[in-house]
């Protein structure tokens, strides 16, 4: 049995926190195939236990001195990540990178702009973290390319892997041909259940955003749509201070909480259709879990939507032009696209592959 190590910034609690919850999903599935978990929750100050796997904190780590066979890093940062594999990779026979976005590129190169009622960063703070990133990328260039003999690389998306060689500027050559692209697993629920299209619908549109907050998200857009299109309902579901400093149209209803997987498809079960729009992304865990349970989906028309998205007939795309769309129709027309269970991004094409990567013997 292989005994992994884990590393998060953060790790979903038994208080309800969902951080980083993708991680979760894919460490159930190795512990019932011969994989020995324990994560080290970097943020954490206590041990604890959530669905039989163990979360340590560093300093638990240090004293424990366990052997581990591999260490897995998910979403690597320098405070944390960088520092801890400095100080003990060669511990390890064999270690992993799961990249998943912000962590390889320039941020202010890639992200949107924040809301106008967000906090704006000063011209300062701006060119520091311009400084931070260039400094962070020119660190991993140099330490990837030193292990990489013993390493392996997991993408989520090709389009992130292009942003990876162009930011950190390291070929599959460079990296040993240790490359792969694995899309994020889904939810458990989402595989074994089925949105059923039958029967009254309270909501046209659901839409689900933990963090309502972040311009990425599209909320703004969300709500365009719902004043241009009185005739429709639409259900928002997260957290977050938009509707704090914005209008809410009377035919949203938001739900002001962080819902679990069965909640949400609850949820899911009184809408018609998903709308999932966004600026930036790296695959879309969320709007992957929804066309999985079964839910017909409208996202942006965005590369890496087109990549993940395309080949699946309940999915439509739209120009965040919203203006230039002609969204009744769009919506007409993916409610009748025929519908059936996809295992696109099931355990099968997702999480099997990655647990075949960990069994590798080096």
């Not at 002609?326 to 099997?352: A, C, H, M, P, W």
Request: hydrophobic share 35%.
């Amino acid at each position: 049995m292989k005994k992994i190590l884990v590393l998060v910034q953060n790790y979903p609690d038994n208080d309800g926190g969902v951080a980083l919850m993708y991680v979760h999903v894919r460490n159930k599935y190795y512990i019932q195939h011969d994989i020995d978990v324990t994560v080290l929750n970097f943020s954490s100050h206590d041990d604890y236990n959530i669905d039989n796997i163990k979360v340590i904190t560093e300093d638990t780590y240090k004293k424990e001195n366990k052997k581990y066979d591999v260490v897995v890093s998910h979403a690597a940062n320098i405070k944390n990540h960088y520092r801890f594999l400095k100080k003990y990779d060669d511990r390890f026979e064999h270690m992993i990178f799961f990249f998943h976005g912000h962590e390889v590129v320039m941020i202010n190169d890639v992200y949107p702009k924040p809301y106008d009622y967000m906090k704006k960063d000063s011209w300062f703070r701006v060119q520091m973290q311009n400084c931070y990133d260039q400094f962070k990328l020119s660190l991993w260039h140099k330490y990837y390319k030193k292990i990489a003999n013993k390493a392996e690389f997991i993408f989520v998306s090709n389009c992130l892997h292009n942003e990876f060689q162009k930011y950190v500027r390291l070929s599959d050559d460079d990296l040993k041909g240790h490359v792969h692209i694995i899309n994020n697993s889904v939810g458990k629920v989402f595989e074994d259940n089925s949105y059923k299209c039958e029967g009254n619908k309270k909501y046209d549109f659901i839409t689900i955003r933990n963090n309502m907050d972040s311009s990425t998200y599209c909320i703004d857009l969300v709500c365009k749509l719902a004043e241009k299109n009185p005739n429709f309902s639409f259900l928002v579901i997260g957290k977050g201070n938009f509707f704090k400093n914005k209008s809410k149209p009377d035919n949203i209803t938001w739900i002001d909480e962080y819902l679990n997987h069965e909640d949400i498809l609850n949820c899911v079960n009184h809408a018609r259709c998903a709308l999932m729009l966004t600026r930036r992304d790296t695959q879309g865990v969320m709007s992957c879990e929804l066309v999985t349970y079964g839910i017909p989906l409208i996202t942006s028309d965005l590369p890496v939507c087109r990549e993940i998205f395309e080949k699946i007939p309940s999915v439509a795309f739209m120009n965040n032009e919203i203006e230039n769309e002609n969204f009744s129709q769009i919506y007409v027309n993916i409610l009748k696209e025929y519908r059936t269970k996809i295992d696109t991004f099931g355990y099968g094409n997702t999480v099997e592959r990655e647990e075949n990567i960990i069994k590798m013997e080096y």
